[in-house]
Every structure is written in C-alpha cells, then in structure tokens.
C-alpha cells in the first residue's frame, strides 16, 4: 500500500484545483476566501514540489499546461468523489436551511471567515452561502437573500442597519513611514500614489481629506479591482492605502502595516458595515445571523473590551 505521505499537501491540491477549474488565480482566492498571492503561493509549491509547469502565466490570464491538465482531471475527480461521499453521510437536509449572503470578498476573507465555524456552531442548521463580488449585490430582488455592504448607509430599495462602525488612517508598508520619506502633514502624502479599491460610490478619501485638510487635486491614484488587492499592494510598499482597520487589524498589530499619521484617524458613525435585507419582516434564519454578527461585532471592538 502507497504512504500518503508522497500526496502534495491538500491545501496545495484545492487552491489548484480552484485555479485550474477557474483559470483564475483571482477567482479561486474569492472562492476559498484567501488573497490571490495565497494562491499563487501554494501553485508555486505544488509546482515546485512535482518538478513541472501546471500553469502558463500570461499577461492577463493563466491557461493550463498540457501537463496541468491531465493532473487537473484527476484532482478534480478526486474532490468530486470527496463532495459525493461527504453529501451521502451528511445529515437529511431537510432540517437545514441555506442562507444567500452578498458580500465584498475582502470582508468575506479578512473578517468573516475567521469566524465562520463560531457561527456554525451556534446554528448547526443554517448553511451560509457566501457570494462575494465588487459589486452590490441584488438584495430586494432576490439575487441574495441578505447582504453586508460597507459604507453609509442610505441604499434605495432595502433595509439597512448598522452592524459596526469602521475606522479609517492612511497606511503603508514600514519603509515608507519613516525616515526622510516619512510624512509630517496631510499633504506630505502626496508624494507617494494612493492606492483606492473599485466602489459604485467611492468616499473613503475624500471624507479623510475633507476632515484632515488634504488637496486631492494633486493625487496619484492607483485603482485596484478590490481592497484585497489595495491592501497586497500596500504591504509590498507601492503606495498609501486608507486602511479600514477591522480588516487590517493584524497587520497593524504585527508592524507589517503602520499608520502614516497617527493622529489623523476618522471616525464617522456613519460609515461602517451594514446588514441589508429586503423591506419586511426578516426570515428566522436571516435575524440569528444579522444577531450574531452584531454580537461578534460588539467582540471585536477595543472600546467594548471591558463589557465582555
């Protein structure tokens, strides 16, 4: 009988799977909650321990080598019988309920995730079915049944209640907070690119402008597809991300990121991270997770420390 100690690591397998089902790094971080260059990291170890290519990286896309493809038909037949087996001994679903949450894949991976078997603990028979996009999902017309949507609150059509307030201050990477590049006032900051994330309705720099008295007619800004990305490339030195600190959290605790101008932070009541449902009295399984997250919320604030 064969060890299964020759097996590649399994988180290695699913992030290639992932990407290969895909032919998408992007799309398979957002699938398994993880930052794009988790994945570029585990492909590049697989690569490295099978000695070939799995991949062809382009400038816009990857596409599977042919040698990619024959062990992609077989990892993916694997995970295949993996689903089978697990759904045949699962408890009858009858009993379950599945929830459809709209939300931003960086909520989704620097957040949420974590906690996620926290909540399945306490509802055993509610199934969360992430969809994470850029975009707003369609909560009144029925696209997802609930969603988390970061900002001010005031969309069209639906019902929104503040879940946690956020805190804002420019970031960067160490090495460019200090020294002769580091930044004594607001508009020192514009020496270096700004580093914003797609939104319908973009507000975080300007607000921290306005409040601190920057002159964002002189910016260079940078647009990333999300703040994943934003936050990435903040870590890796290419510029100023504003940082909202419930997602960056730990890396402000480890020193990867600093705050540019500590004393410049913003705090608005009004921006933060809502629950948004339909108008109308909300389903069973919609109020114990919009109760939850309230509550997990409430944990993770440093003001609320002293009531836990």
Not at 62 to 79: E, I, K, R, S, W
Request: aromatic share 6%.
């Amino acid at each position: 009988m064969r060890s299964t100690r020759s097996l590649p690591a399994l988180v290695s397998l699913r992030a290639f799977e992932a990407a290969a089902r895909r032919l998408s790094f992007s799309l398979a971080a957002q699938e398994l909650f993880v930052t794009q260059s988790a994945i570029s990291h585990h492909i590049q170890r697989l690569e490295s321990e099978l000695g070939i290519a799995l991949f062809e990286r382009r400038t816009r896309a990857v596409a599977l080598t042919p040698a990619g493809q024959a062990y992609y038909d077989h990892v993916h037949a694997a995970f295949e019988l993996l689903r089978q087996g697990t759904d045949q001994i699962r408890a009858p679903a009858a009993a379950r309920i599945t929830l459809k949450v709209g939300l931003l894949a960086s909520f989704a991976t620097r957040w949420l995730a974590p906690r996620l078997p926290a909540f399945a603990a306490a509802h055993p028979g509610i199934d969360l079915q992430l969809q994470p996009d850029i975009g707003l999902a369609d909560v009144a017309g029925g696209e997802v049944d609930v969603a988390i949507r970061y900002g001010r609150g005031a969309w069209p059509g639906v019902s929104a209640r503040l879940l946690m307030t956020e805190t804002l201050s420019v970031v960067c990477a160490p090495a460019l907070g200090r020294g002769r590049k580091r930044a004594r006032t607001p508009d020192d900051l514009l020496r270096h690119p700004l580093l914003t994330s797609h939104a319908r309705q973009p507000f975080e720099w300007d607000a921290w402008a306005r409040r601190f008295g920057m002159d964002l007619g002189r910016a260079q800004t940078v647009r990333l597809h999300d703040y994943n990305i934003v936050v990435e490339a903040a870590l890796a030195g290419q510029g100023l991300a504003m940082g909202r600190h419930r997602l960056i959290a730990p890396h402000l605790a480890s020193g990867a990121l600093v705050q540019a101008l500590p004393d410049a932070v913003l705090q608005d009541p009004r921006i933060g991270w809502w629950f948004v449902t339909p108008r109308g009295a909300l389903t069973p399984a919609a109020l114990a997770l919009r109760d939850w997250l309230a509550e997990a919320a409430r944990a993770d604030d440093p003001d609320d420390a002293g009531t836990h």
